[in-house]
């Protein structure tokens, strides 16, 4: 998969480099390139922001960057362009599974106010576009989100993890019904006067594949029961299922 990251922080996205990303990058399963859009601004100053039409507080990012910006990377209609803003659909792990079967993401990160409306507009007109938003509070720019969403995709994809078994598991993984994982524990068997329970060290696989799903639920419909949806299932009973 190739990542190409617009931004007037470059610095920002140093952690892709770290960890699990750099190694991917290091076996070539992974392409990565942050681009610094001031290179696309052609004034003294390399201003990439103006005044808002109908006045108001801020500044708006300008559009021609962009486009120079698309044009130079050569975006083209197999691509997915990924705008982060607070207005996009909100970010989860069935997009992140969806973003995972892409071959190339360009994440344009917003800064200011937001992006010249006309630059999403265009670059539904070159590619896929996805605005996407990391939930529902205003964050300084779109950096940070970018590295979010990242993080989520990179590591779905085949042979990043090193044990690819670590993925079944997991909360809201497609694989366990999207429920919240169960609690998870190491040794030693007693710390600080807390135990691990007595199933997790009986060695009886099935029942602690038993304990781990019951835990599951709980948790799931302790924390998050929105997650939980009542389901048909093929007997024609209705149960509590996570979607
Ligand atoms: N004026 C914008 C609004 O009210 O929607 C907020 C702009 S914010 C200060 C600057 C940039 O941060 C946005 O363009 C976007 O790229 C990024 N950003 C802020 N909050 C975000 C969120 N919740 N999810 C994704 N990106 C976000």
Redesign the pocket.
Same mark, same amino acid.
């Given at each position: 998969m190739r990542l190409d990251y617009l931004t007037i922080f470059p610095d920002y996205l140093a952690p892709l480099r770290l960890s699990l990303p750099g190694k991917a990058v290091d076996s070539g399963l992974l392409e990565i390139h942050v681009h610094d859009l001031r290179s696309w601004a052609h004034d003294k100053h390399r201003t990439v922001d103006d005044t808002p039409y109908g006045g108001g507080a +801020?500044m708006v990012m300008k559009p021609e960057p962009w486009g120079e910006a698309f044009d130079a990377l050569a975006v083209e209609p197999g691509d997915t362009i990924i705008?982060?803003?607070?207005?996009?659909e909100r970010f989860d792990q069935r997009l992140a599974e969806d973003l995972a079967t892409r071959g190339r993401l360009v994440f344009a990160?917003?800064? *200011?106010? +937001?992006?010249d409306q006309r630059v999403i507009d265009h670059a539904r007109s070159i590619a896929e576009v996805r605005e996407?938003?990391?939930?529902? *509070?205003?964050?300084?720019? +779109?950096e940070v989100?970018a590295l979010a969403v990242t993080e989520a995709v990179v590591r779905l994809l085949p042979g990043f993890m090193g044990n690819a078994e670590s993925l079944v598991e997991e909360s809201h993984a497609a694989s366990t019904g999207g429920l919240l994982e169960y609690p998870v524990y190491t040794k030693p068997p007693v710390w600080q006067g807390h135990e691990v329970p007595a199933v997790l060290r009986s060695g009886d696989h099935g029942a602690v594949a038993r304990w781990r799903h019951d835990q599951a639920r709980r948790r799931t419909a302790q924390r998050r029961p929105d997650l939980l949806a009542p389901s048909s299932i093929d007997d024609g009973s209705t149960i509590e299922r996570a979607v």
């Amino acid at each position: 998969m190739r990542l190409d990251y617009l931004t007037i922080f470059p610095d920002y996205l140093a952690p892709l480099r770290l960890s699990l990303p750099g190694k991917a990058v290091d076996s070539g399963l992974l392409e990565i390139h942050v681009h610094d859009l001031r290179s696309w601004a052609h004034d003294k100053h390399r201003t990439v922001d103006d005044t808002p039409y109908g006045g108001g507080a +801020g500044m708006v990012m300008k559009p021609e960057p962009w486009g120079e910006a698309f044009d130079a990377l050569a975006v083209e209609p197999g691509d997915t362009i990924i705008f982060t803003t607070p207005s996009g659909e909100r970010f989860d792990q069935r997009l992140a599974e969806d973003l995972a079967t892409r071959g190339r993401l360009v994440f344009a990160c917003g800064r *200011y106010e +937001g992006i010249d409306q006309r630059v999403i507009d265009h670059a539904r007109s070159i590619a896929e576009v996805r605005e996407i938003s990391l939930g529902d *509070y205003v964050l300084n720019g +779109g950096e940070v989100a970018a590295l979010a969403v990242t993080e989520a995709v990179v590591r779905l994809l085949p042979g990043f993890m090193g044990n690819a078994e670590s993925l079944v598991e997991e909360s809201h993984a497609a694989s366990t019904g999207g429920l919240l994982e169960y609690p998870v524990y190491t040794k030693p068997p007693v710390w600080q006067g807390h135990e691990v329970p007595a199933v997790l060290r009986s060695g009886d696989h099935g029942a602690v594949a038993r304990w781990r799903h019951d835990q599951a639920r709980r948790r799931t419909a302790q924390r998050r029961p929105d997650l939980l949806a009542p389901s048909s299932i093929d007997d024609g009973s209705t149960i509590e299922r996570a979607v």
